[in-house]
């Protein structure tokens, strides 16, 4: 059974700390993703990542970081969390061609 | 950007009736996937249609492409409880690896 897992379900930070969230697939996948999620938004790419120390901006990089040192790692860094960076934290990785993604069960973070 | 509307935000209704779920663009999409999901997990893909005017039948769920390749319909037939979950669309352009999420629809669907 493929799996995408994130390192943690809930999260609850205080503003200015350095966060890390971190994401492994067990699919071998090239692509990996980053979103965030907040009601009446959908889900909007903060970075993504199409092989091994490469990455790419997405809608809504401001804020944050990635890092992808090995093929089934991609972390998302906040430098210094601010209130407005609470949301739900999505991770997904698709094959090189298939457009199918898979998701993992999300990080809730709550920045107060 | 590309952006992806979606409609309605939010539906309820009762089981047994039928509903439409709709993902309009002015972008044209090579693809385009339906997701659903349900509270605490991450999406799960139902479908991808590929080319204009395709439909696609998953049990009670009706998938259709608009023939210009920039809109898409989601039809429930007979909705059930278990259909209750959030319902994404996401294109994609060309060769892009990425998506272009819609806003979702929040179904809920009472007994």
């Known amino acids: 059974d493929v799996k995408v897992t994130q390192s943690s379900r809930y999260l609850v930070k205080r503003t200015g700390e350095k966060v890390f969230l971190e994401c492994v697939q067990d699919?071998?996948?090239?692509?990996m993703f980053w979103y965030r999620q907040d009601p009446g938004l959908g889900l909007r790419l903060i970075y993504f990542?199409?092989?091994?120390?490469?990455?790419e901006k997405g809608d809504i990089p401001e804020g944050y970081s990635v890092s992808r040192e090995k093929k089934e790692r991609f972390s998302l860094i906040l430098e210094s969390a601010s209130t407005n960076q609470t949301s739900m934290y999505l991770c997904?990785?698709?094959?090189?061609?298939?457009?199918?993604?898979?998701f993992g069960p999300g990080t809730r973070l709550t920045v107060t | 950007t590309q952006l992806l509307e979606q409609s309605p935000q939010f539906l309820s209704i009762q089981e047994g009736e039928n509903l439409t779920v709709y993902c309009n663009s002015s972008s044209v999409f090579s693809s385009l996937q339906w997701y659903r999901q349900e509270p605490g997990e991450g999406p799960v893909l139902l479908v991808t249609v590929v080319t204009g005017g395709e439909v696609k039948k998953l049990k009670r769920l009706t998938f259709q492409f608009g023939d210009a390749r920039k809109d898409s319909s989601l039809h429930i037939t007979a909705a059930q409880p278990g259909d209750t979950g959030l319902y994404l669309c996401?294109?994609?352009?060309?060769?892009?690896?990425?998506?272009?999420f819609g806003s979702g629809t929040q179904l809920t669907v009472l007994p």
């Open positions: 990542s199409y092989d091994v120390k490469m990455k």
């Open positions: 699919m071998d996948h090239e692509n």
């Open positions: 996401a294109g994609a352009a060309g060769s892009a690896r990425q998506l272009t």
């Open positions: 997904a990785s698709s094959s090189r061609l298939a457009g199918k993604q898979y």
